[in-house]
C-alpha cells in the first residue's frame, strides 16, 4: 500500500527541467515573482523613503552618497507560460513542440524619485555613474544575448495536465541614494538591481 501511495505521489508532481540560456531579466514583466526575505522598491512605503532618506542627506562636495537597503535578496520567478495542455479524455495525447527566441540581459535596472536612467542598444543604466558608487561586483555588469531552440515531444496522459513555463531565480539588490553638485543635491531616489542567476524552462505535469 505504501508503494502505491509513493507512485501515485510522484506521478502527479513531475518537473523536468530543460536546460535554458534564455535571460530575460526585464522583471516588472515577469508572471509571478517572490522574494524570500526583504522586499522590492516599488514595495517601499513614504515613511520609509523618508527614513532611508536620512542616511543619505549628509551634503558632499560633488557625486553620490547611497544607502542599501536589501543586499543579493534571493528571488525566484515566472517569465511566462509557454503552453498548458489538459486531457480528459481516455488515451494519450501525443504533443510536439518547438520554441526559439533570443536571450536578454542578464541584469536589470529600475529607479524612483529624480534618479534618471539611460538605455542604448544592447544595455541599460544609471545616469551619472550610480553604479561606480555602488561598487558592484563584476556580475552586476554581465550582458549576454544568444539563441536558443528546443524541441520536445511529450504524452499527456489521461487525467493530468502538462505546463510548461520558463522559470528561474535571481538576486535583488535595492537602497536609495542621493547626487551632490557642489554639496547642492541635485538628485534624489530610489535604486534597484536584478540580476538572473539562473533559468530554464520546466515542464511540470499534474492530475487534474
Known amino acids: 500500500m505504501k508503494k502505491i501511495v509513493f507512485f501515485v505521489l510522484c506521478f502527479m508532481m513531475l518537473y523536468v527541467a530543460i536546460p535554458s540560456v534564455y535571460a530575460d531579466s526585464n522583471y516588472h514583466a515577469y508572471e509571478e515573482l517572490h522574494v524570500n526575505s526583504g522586499k522590492l522598491l516599488s514595495d517601499y512605503t513614504d515613511s520609509e523613503y523618508k527614513k532611508y532618506y536620512k542616511k543619505v542627506k549628509k551634503r558632499k562636495f560633488m557625486g553620490w552618497r547611497t544607502y542599501t537597503v536589501n543586499s543579493d ?39 524612483t524619485g529624480s534618479i534618471q ?53 535571481g538576486l535583488i539588490t535595492n537602497g536609495v541614494a542621493a547626487r551632490y553638485f557642489f554639496w547642492i543635491r541635485a538628485q534624489k531616489g530610489g535604486y534597484e538591481l536584478f540580476l538572473v542567476t539562473t533559468q530554464y524552462q520546466r515542464l511540470e505535469k499534474t492530475r487534474i
Open 73 to 111: 535578496l534571493e528571488a525566484n520567478y515566472i517569465t511566462e507560460t509557454k503552453f498548458s495542455y489538459y486531457n480528459d479524455g481516455y488515451s494519450a495525447i501525443s504533443y510536439h513542440y518547438e520554441y526559439e527566441s533570443s536571450s536578454y540581459s542578464k541584469l536589470a535596472l529600475s529607479a
Open 117 to 169: 536612467m539611460s538605455s542604448s542598444s544592447n544595455k541599460t543604466s544609471f545616469k551619472n555613474n550610480l553604479e561606480g558608487s555602488l561598487k558592484l561586483s563584476a556580475d552586476y555588469q554581465l550582458t549576454k544575448e544568444e539563441t536558443e531552440s528546443v524541441e520536445i515531444d511529450f504524452d499527456v496522459d489521461p487525467g493530468t495536465q502538462v505546463d510548461l513555463y520558463i522559470y528561474g531565480e
